[in-house]
């Protein structure tokens, strides 16, 4: 019969195919050490599955922890947590588990800490406490900033009906959602996200009013609506659920991949009702489309109801499933005048994209229309979209050259360093084609001309525009060469100011409050 040692060896041996990240000589000189403190056989194996279900999940896991197991934040052991719950046979959703499971874990890390194998085991100790240190167990996401508690993520979509998932008990289902929504709420407040997170909350927010502190739940729910739906990560340009689908996707329960699907599904939709169909259905229109579809009875009078403006994510209407919906009373001329002004910014996203539907202009600029939508109902403006943008007449690009490769790839190298993102670089890349066509190039220093395309990018869309002189200095090249190319960039392409060519979010939102 083999013995705990036996079943260690196998597993390192068997089943681990990538650089493991506890290794198998922590384990076996751990486990030594809790047989010389007394443990049995029957202690050593329950000690030492904790230990291998652990090592599964860092062997599954996207993140690398090789090398820096002291590095996985405290919010991730939520995800391990649920990973065992939903990938470990018999494996239970529980305190007294959750607590056994961390018990061990901290022990391990503790005796890795005086063999001067880790640092310190601080994040465990953290997660251990906040997710088991309690009366019950807290498997919400531990806050990114201090000024976002957990509750904030909790609940932000609302499922009003349901089909194709394995049960139709509205609870069950409804318990299916947080579980899901728990999940993405730990994963996205992971160190990696930090980034997007804080663009994300100054995107939402706007760039002249405060965040709300953590018990104003309808700004919460208006944001988390957002950051999943809509707003786009820097390092992929991916929507936070469509990421999400992609590294933990196959991670999920049966029902959870389902309604992951349907929310990938969900599209932004400004729209009004028409009329009642009967006690249970509305008859809903599309603002700008004008296409008709049905959603359950908001359960208000018509009197009331055909005064409201609803924005939000609608999908599988067949199925009727809604997140969750803003709605604002106003008048059928300020109805009329909001559509006029995003008729007016799909014009300028049509100068960049000129193919672009109203579904393209949606997926990429639904916090524009937001935005839109609260200035001319709360701030008493006639307009926010810059006119003098819809009919300028710009140089007519045909293709001529091929642009310098090195400053491509320059531009690809250097722009995340800065923090942009990829749908930046896109743009960049692009502000340097046109101008290639326009004109013959004499490239002698990519760097140069790099830097040039960068700060002049970053004035188009920017208040705090990048200095040049730090530019210069990281690249170790003549602020004044950035400031000749700059100047050749602007006339020749006749740039101005949130140019729509080049507008990206941040831009378009800034746009709006010139």
Known sequence: MKNVYDEVYSFYEEEIILEPVIKREWVEGYLRQKAWQGAN????????????????????????????????????????????????????????????????????????????????????????????????????????????????????????????????????????????????GNYFQQREFTDDFHRALFLFNGPLAIIPGEDQDEFWLGFWDYFLFDYHLLVNDLTPLAHFQSHYGSKLLHDERHILQEFLSATFCVFYIDRVINGEWVECVNLFTEEKFRLPHPQSSYQQIKKMLFFGHVFSRENVMINYVTSIEISSNLRRRIKDEVTRQKALFNIQEPAGSWLDMFSR??????????????????????????????????????????????????????????????LAKRLWYDYCQLTRVTVRKPQVWAAAVIFSYSMLNSYNVMPADNIAADLAISKAGIYTNRTKLYDMLQLQKFDPRYLNEEGFVLSLFT
């Open 41 to 184: 056989d029957g202690e050593l194996r329950q000690i030492w599955n904790h230990i291998r279900y652990f090592e599964l999940y860092l062997d599954a896991t996207e993140n690398d922890y090789t090398d820096c197991l002291e590095d996985i934040p405290a919010q991730e052991y939520g995800l391990v947590i649920y990973w065992l719950i939903d990938n470990i046979q018999g494996y239970k959703k529980s305190l007294k588990a959750a607590r056994r499971f961390f018990d061990i874990l901290l022990d391990l890390y503790k005796y890795l800490v005086a063999k001067r194998v880790l640092l310190n085991y601080d994040e465990l100790e953290l997660a251990a406490q906040e997710i088991a240190g309690g009366k019950r167990l807290e498997l919400f996401p531990i806050a990114l900033m201090d000024e976002v508690e957990q509750q904030h993520g909790k609940s932000s979509l609302v499922l009003t009906s349901e089909k194709s998932l394995s049960t139709n008990d509205p609870e069950v289902v409804g318990e299916t959602v947080e579980h899901l929504m728990t999940k993405l």
């Open 365 to 426: 600029h639904a916090l524009v229309v937001r935005h839109t939508i609260n200035a001319l109902s709360t701030m008493d403006k006639v307009n926010v979209t810059p006119f003098n943008q819809v009919d300028r007449v710009y140089p007519s690009i045909a293709e001529n050259s091929i642009p310098n490769q090195a400053v491509i790839e320059t531009l690809e190298h250097l722009m995340p360093e800065y923090g942009f993102s990829q749908h930046d670089i896109r």
